[in-house]
């Protein structure tokens, strides 16, 4: 009974302030969540270009940490994870504080409060308290955490292959024993730093006598209250993938049904894990604003009620008055929507990290449109894939084209050579109505055009043919990528390791790739190489180990047998060049009960 009154007083408590809590807590993960992403990501991008690594394996896990960029780069995201972890207690503190004395308060309120108290424990020293609200919010998170990390390259690899090992499981039980074992006796104490105004030693003292002869039921209340916010995910999960496949069977081509619900599965995840964690830190403090309100009115020789938070508000002083708490906010607001906007067009910070295996259109979708043009690339965004393989060569003007033979034979029938003809000649060749006459009058587009086109929707893997060392084609497509501003949407690849190396001479920031049709040799082991791309049927486990082993990425092409598909995947290969992305997508992310659940709706519906 006592279970069941706290879990009602938990609900009642999260009515008072709910529709500002909820509205708080989207605001805050909406505005910090692009600046941590991009704080990450620029913070790794350092670390694994001081240390000579472009990829982050089991094996080179170690050495990599053990470098002084990496060393500062993560103490640096601690440091902010903290912040923002004691932040946002802060701020829920102050919601359910006011809830639990009846008061209602607008987002700006809780805001204000939780920089109020959040600057009070600075000045006070408080710093163990982060430290403490960073468990708590690690713990509420647990399982949305781990599901995230899921699809987080490379970690999925790491913990996939610490997970295998005898004593694998040891690892993350040990750790979330040893948070445990900190949270329950220091459950309280966020009330006591930022509520009773205590120190951190006093507040630890005030926590440990609330909660005697109340450990179990406090850690019950909280358990429930979780696995119920869980278990409404997962269900809301259930349904919205049934909605996605009912959707697909009724309105789609049969032949994108799976691979659209297959690339919607993962959405649809980010978006309920981004709303469970809401919900959960929501519900988590509300229920433990009700248990610490009991054990206080109980230890205080009250009869346990409505929960009495009563304690003196903390004075926000000069600088944290409601005119600069606004001021703090909008700023936030703009830094976050330039980050956003920046992600959107030139894409995203660590977009290329979830993903298991990446799925490359060759030449574009090339069994769909014109090899290297522009419906191409639109077929590619279509049919789901994540990059593009484009090939880039000069004109005799100097001029850089998408297009991928010697000569206009194969193409458009035409026996000229591509390098004696100027862009304005070749912009008048039809390359489109040999593969049909719906691409009738397709034009050759330029490098320029093709960024364009693939902007904020697919990143882009530039092949240089190898003109000869003598052409500058290396720095001007360079010059091209970054004028356009796709630096982190584009990576370079050549035959030509001369190239590579002018390509990060002209600019450092791209990514290359050295494409080898013979795996021999220690070709990965050169400072201008980020990853490899090699013909499928030369890999073998041991080189995808080998290559990763040196923090290098390794592709391969062209895959389009289902057979060869699954093969490389059980290889671990990182990137797979296809002419088919739908089947790829099918192949590489299959799930049973996907095709299963499509099979029965199409019996069903027609």
């Known amino acids: 009974m006592a279970f069941r009154r706290r879990l009602r007083e938990t609900r009642q408590i999260v009515r008072v302030n709910g529709r500002s809590i909820v509205l708080f807590e989207a605001a805050y993960r909406l505005l910090a969540l692009p600046l941590l992403l991009r704080m990450a990501d620029a913070l790794m991008r350092f670390s694994l270009h001081a240390s000579g690594y472009s990829y982050v394996t089991v094996n080179n896990l170690v050495s990599f940490l053990g470098e002084p960029a990496a060393i500062a780069s993560l103490c640096m995201e601690v440091a902010v994870l903290l912040l923002c972890a004691a932040l946002e207690a802060g701020c829920l503190v102050t919601a359910f504080q006011a ?127 979780n696995v119920f916010v869980l278990a409404a995910a997962v269900l809301l999960y259930m349904a919205a993938i049934v909605l996605t496949a009912v959707f697909a069977v009724h309105f789609l081509d049969q032949r994108i049904e799976l691979a659209l619900l297959l690339a919607a599965r993962d959405r649809i995840e980010f978006v309920l894990i981004f709303a469970a964690g809401i919900a959960l830190s929501a519900v988590h403090y509300g229920a433990l604003t009700v248990l610490y309100g009991y054990a206080r009115g109980k230890q205080e020789e009250k009869a346990p009620g409505a929960p009495d938070c009563s304690g003196k508000e903390p004075a926000h002083g000069r600088l944290l008055t409601r005119r600069n708490a606004l001021g703090i906010l909008s700023l936030l607001t703009a830094v976050s929507a330039v980050c956003v906007a920046d992600a959107v067009r030139n894409g995203g910070a660590g977009g290329d990290w979830l993903s298991e295996v990446e799925i490359t259109a060759h030449r574009g979708s090339s069994s769909s449109a014109p090899e290297n043009t522009i419906p191409a690339l639109e077929a590619a965004i279509e049919e789901l894939a994540d990059f593009a393989e484009i090939d880039v060569q000069e004109t005799a003007d100097g001029e850089l084209i998408v297009f991928h033979d010697r000569t206009l034979k194969r193409m458009a029938g035409d026996a000229r050579a591509v390098a004696s003809m100027t862009l304005s000649e070749l912009s008048r060749v039809d390359v489109g109505l040999r593969f049909s006459q719906e ?77 080898a049709s013979a795996a021999y040799g220690a070709y990965y082991q050169d400072e201008a190489v980020d990853f490899v791309s090699l013909l499928s049927s030369s890999v073998s486990r041991r080189l995808v180990e080998t290559v990763h082993e040196c923090g290098k990425e390794v592709h391969v092409w062209t895959v389009n047998r289902k057979s060869e598909l699954e093969r490389v995947k059980l290889l671990g290969v990182d990137n797979v060049i296809t002419d088919n992305p739908i089947l790829a997508r099918e192949t590489l992310y299959a799930e049973e009960n996907a095709e299963h659940l499509l099979e029965r709706l199409r019996e069903m519906i027609r």
């Open 99 to 225: 809830a639990a004395e009846s008061r209602r308060l607008s987002v700006l309120a809780i805001f204000q409060g939780g920089l109020s108290k959040t600057a009070a424990e600075v000045r006070r020293g408080g710093w163990p308290w982060f430290l403490i609200a960073a468990v708590h919010s690690f713990l509420i998170h647990l399982f949305l955490l781990y599901r995230l990390l899921c699809h987080v390259r490379p970690l999925k690899f790491i913990l996939t292959a610490v997970m295998s090992e005898r004593w694998g499981w040891l690892i993350p039980a040990c750790v979330v024993a040893l948070f445990i074992a900190i949270a329950v006796p220091t459950a309280f104490v966020g009330f006591g730093c930022m509520v009773e105004q205590r120190s951190f030693k006093g507040s630890l003292k005030r926590s440990l006598e609330l909660l005697r002869g109340n450990y179990v039921h406090t850690a019950l209340v909280l358990s429930l209250s």
């Open 439 to 515: 691409f009738e009058g397709t034009a050759i587009p330029t490098l320029s055009e093709a960024l364009e086109a693939a902007r904020g929707r697919l990143k882009l893997n530039i092949e240089l043919k190898n003109l000869g060392a003598a052409s500058d084609l290396p720095e001007k497509a360079a010059a091209c990528i970054r004028e356009s501003g796709l630096s982190r949407q584009c990576v370079v690849t050549s035959t030509s390791l001369d190239y590579l190396r002018r390509i990060k001479s002209a600019a450092p920031e791209i990514y290359t790739g050295y494409i």
